[in-house]
């Protein structure tokens, strides 16, 4: 249960890191 729950944090910050990636290519 730990592992999933962990993988599933890493996806977050994953989708997070291109939110902030795409706005900072935008500007």
């Not at 249960?1 to 990636?21: K, P, Q, R, T």
């Amino acid at each position: 249960m730990s592992y999933s729950n962990s993988f599933a944090l890493i996806v977050v910050l994953f989708i997070l890191l291109i939110i902030v990636g795409s706005a900072f290519v935008k500007y």
